[in-house]
């Protein structure tokens, strides 16, 4: 079946260092991308998204890649502080006028202080 | 703090009791949606509402009903659940593009469990 999913379950940075997560996805009518990060207790919050006709899209501390030639999808986010610690997920819709998002497994990020 | 707001934030039933989760929204969103997220696992689509109009249901048993009374709330009723059925249920909204090409702006969840 078609599906979203990530490289690294965990990934472990010092504080200030930058991070990178990975996102492998296998549809490719997909054409709308979406980062969210979720911290324990609450419901994911919106990071960044990224449109399939862009290959790159920057935000604050943050940079979504994307490369439709080999499936894949990655999140920067430069000098990593402890308050970015949370799970991270990506998500695709899988094109056409359908409202699904479908959503990866998810990297546990901890940063060390 | 989100702009979905979800309330109860805990919930404890047992499995003959009938519950209520409920959403409410204020940004003129009109698709809105439920899912469900056990631990450690990424959040599952249930059901997608678009101008308060079931859209999506992604074969969810139907002991959960879903509700839309207007463009602001959504309801999602519980009857004679199972204990696997303990998870967040998590509320979210987006805007109404003939199609998902906007975030969906999520809430904290309810947190339930059934005993």
């Known amino acids: 079946g078609e599906s979203v999913g990530l490289h690294l379950p965990t990934l472990s940075v010092q504080e200030g260092d930058n991070s990178i997560i990975n996102c492998a996805y296998s549809?490719?009518?997909?054409?709308?991308f979406i980062w969210y990060k979720q911290e324990s207790g609450k419901g994911p919050q919106f990071i960044i998204d990224i449109r399939s006709n862009m290959d790159k899209r920057q935000g604050q501390r943050v940079t979504v890649l994307l490369n439709k030639t080999v499936k894949h999808l990655s999140l920067q986010i430069a000098a990593t502080q402890p308050g970015d610690s949370a799970v991270y997920f990506c998500?695709?819709?899988?094109?056409?006028?359908?409202?699904?998002?479908?959503f990866g497994k998810g990297t546990l990020l901890t940063v060390n202080p | 703090d989100t702009e979905v707001t979800q309330t109860p934030k805990h919930l404890v039933m047992g499995m003959t009791n009938k519950k209520s989760l409920k959403c409410e929204q204020h940004m003129g969103h009109r698709a809105m949606y439920w899912y469900k997220q056990k631990a450690k696992k990424p959040p599952e689509l249930m059901f997608v509402y678009s101008y308060e109009k079931l859209s999506i249901n992604e074969s969810v048993p139907s002991r959960f009903s879903p509700e839309c009374p207007n463009s602001s709330l959504l309801n999602l009723h519980l009857h004679a659940l199972q204990p696997e059925d303990s998870a967040l249920y998590l509320c979210a909204s987006s805007q109404e593009g003939g199609g998902l090409n906007s975030p969906l702006h999520f809430g904290n969840g309810t947190r339930l469990t059934v005993t």
């Open positions: 549809n490719s009518a997909s054409d709308y």
């Open positions: 998500a695709e819709n899988s094109g056409g006028s359908n409202y699904k998002l479908t």
